[in-house]
């Protein structure tokens, strides 16, 4: 079945980029007609999208992080990654990587991953 | 954006209990509204999709109902595996949110 794996680096200095990657595994392929999004809850809060990716390449980025997130896909390693500029406290969270369609798009969900932005 | 606005935002509840949780949408939204469940350290996970349809493999005690702006989700006959933090998510316009939650503790 289906699986979502984030990795990336759990500690990021403020002002600095936040770089994640999914990888998508077990008879899914990234080039498959879903759209692989971003998800992320800071502590004790709730849930914000960040963006998605559809398989053909094209993204659409929440408009209140879109001036500094980059989301891209790379069909050889059927991974997608996330790229999150100039980070604060603010951005510490749980991240999650999902794979989804328009009606439900968060079918699938990757275990998370703890990022803290500290110095 | 659409601003999605759950009642209550937490909730005690006892092991049989029948539990409402209502999820109120900014504009219409058709049916365009899902239901997530999630447990503490965990992902959140899909219960009902297009307001009352039931995800594969959910258990049927989970109910959904609603269309336009307001909606429902219903548990019936509340089991311990049922306390969690549930999320109202609408997928009508992006960008998609959620409504800020609702604990069901006991």
């Known amino acids: 079945q289906v699986q979502l794996q984030e990795s990336g680096p759990g500690l990021v200095k403020p002002s600095q980029t936040l770089s994640l990657t999914c990888t998508v595994s077990g008879g899914s392929t990234i080039s498959d007609n879903y759209y692989w999004s971003w998800v992320r809850q800071p502590p004790g809060k709730g849930l914000e999208w960040i963006g998605y990716?559809?398989?053909?390449?094209?993204?659409y980025y929440n408009p209140s992080l879109r001036s500094r997130i980059i989301i891209s896909l790379d069909t050889s390693k059927t991974q997608f990654s996330l790229n999150l500029s100039s980070v604060t406290a603010a951005d510490t969270a749980v991240y999650y990587c999902?794979?989804?369609?328009?009606?439900?798009?968060?079918?699938?969900w990757g275990h998370g991953t703890l990022v803290t932005v500290s110095s | 954006d659409i601003q999605m606005t759950q009642s209550p935002s937490s909730l005690s509840a006892s092991v049989g209990d029948r539990v409402t949780i209502t999820c109120r949408a900014s504009?219409?939204?058709?049916?365009?509204l899902n239901w997530y469940q999630q447990k503490p350290g965990k992902a959140p996970k899909v219960l009902i999709y297009t307001a009352s349809r039931l995800q594969s493999g959910v258990s049927p005690r989970f109910i959904g109902s609603g269309s336009g702006t307001d909606f429902t989700l219903t548990i019936i006959g509340l089991q311990p595996e049922d306390f969690a933090t549930y999320y109202c998510?609408?997928?009508?316009?992006?960008?998609?949110?959620f409504g800020q939650g609702t604990t069901v503790e006991i």
């Open positions: 990716i559809y398989y053909t390449g094209s993204t």
């Open positions: 999902t794979k989804g369609t328009t009606t439900i798009p968060f079918d699938l």
């Open positions: 504009q219409s939204i058709s049916s365009y």
């Open positions: 998510q609408q997928s009508y316009i992006t960008p998609w949110t």
